[in-house]
């Protein structure tokens, strides 16, 4: 082939896209299952950071398989099912969110126990003001007070809404109750930033500067916490 002439050009340009294509194709592959372990691994490690449990990624499965001793799912009337396809811990409610309509999606539950104590750890998703957020609730044994939480984000603003995934907003969860005096469930509200709540048992204060993704965050909380109340209720008075 006369390697002057344009199709000598396009031909060895062609041939060089394919081979590239391919060899991406084939890493891309071959990453995959280290790519699913790692989300795996943070998976555990967020779930454990909820009940304040700090795990590398090289302890996380085995800190995971000691403390979590139950996984539930709930459907969207809080009933525990048992699908056939997926248990808890292969849902993914920032994907279900985005794409399941509310009667369809699956709430799963982490039970986690320490000597003796019970806590029970709720997966979330929301939306802040530039995309998804998503984080878990861990509720005590009374399955009313909060024990932990942990948020995270993909894009919110730095030094406003990102600051969700900060001890400093997250800590401010502990102890607040999600059912009122009478039994009655009312979640937790996020107050504009600057918000008196001292005292407030069902409020926090949020972010100042990053109202949209504050409120982002006890919208998911409310919205999701609520599916669980009959679960919830129904073993509160067993405990009775």
């Known amino acids: 082939m006369d390697v002057n002439k344009n199709s000598y050009t396009f031909t060895f340009s062609a041939i060089l896209v394919i081979v ?14 280290m790519q699913k372990e790692n989300v795996k691994l943070e998976k555990m490690q967020n779930i454990l950071a909820s009940v304040k449990v700090e795990a590398t990624p090289s302890e996380a499965e085995e800190k995971f398989k000691q403390y979590i001793v139950e996984q539930k799912m709930l459907n969207a009337q809080g009933e525990v099912v048992a699908p056939e396809d997926m248990g808890p811990f292969d849902v993914d409610v920032v994907k279900q969110y985005k794409t399941e309509a509310p009667a369809d999606r699956l709430y799963p539950l982490f039970v986690f126990e320490d000597k003796g104590e019970r806590k029970f750890i709720v997966p979330l998703a929301g939306k802040g ?21 942990t948020f995270d984000h993909k894009t919110e603003t730095p030094g406003l809404g990102a600051e969700i995934n900060q001890d400093f907003f997250q800590d401010k969860f502990i102890g607040k109750s999600i059912f ?7 979640s937790i509200e996020v107050a504009k930033g600057g918000t008196d ?11 100042s500067g990053g109202t949209i993704t504050s409120k982002g965050v006890g919208e998911m909380m409310e919205r999701t916490l609520k599916v669980y109340v009959p679960y919830f209720k129904g073993n509160q008075k067993a405990a009775l």
């Open 20 to 33: 590239v294509a391919g060899l991406l194709a084939f890493v891309a592959e071959s990453l995959k299952p």
């Open 129 to 149: 003001l530039w995309g998804p957020i998503w984080g878990y609730v861990a509720l005590d044994q009374d399955m009313e007070t909060v024990y932990g939480s």
């Open 180 to 186: 009122n005096t009478n039994g009655e469930f009312v």
């Open 197 to 207: 709540v001292e005292g407030n048992a069902h409020m926090v204060d949020g972010i």
